[in-house]
């Protein structure tokens, strides 16, 4: 996935989420907010590793006895 589309996801994310946080906090529930918060930073951070590590491949090499 892109770097825009991953981008889309998270926000589109984090946006339920502190909807849902929101929707909570006006019913009484006000503590929900920061764990609302804390899965967001969770999310983000997970969103930026797996972006920088996308990247990574793997290429196997043979040992030079096996090419011979």
């Known amino acids: 996935m892109s770097p825009v589309g991953l981008l889309r996801v998270f926000v589109g994310l984090a ?7 929101t929707g909570f906090a006006l019913l009484g529930a006000w503590p929900v ?5 804390l899965e967001v930073l969770a999310l983000g951070i997970a969103f930026v590793v797996h972006a920088r590590r996308a990247g ?3 290429r196997p090499r043979a040992a030079r006895e096996l090419r011979d």
């Open 56 to 58: 990574a491949e793997e």
């Open 33 to 37: 907010l920061p764990f609302a918060g």
């Open 15 to 21: 946006l339920i989420v502190i909807a849902i946080g």
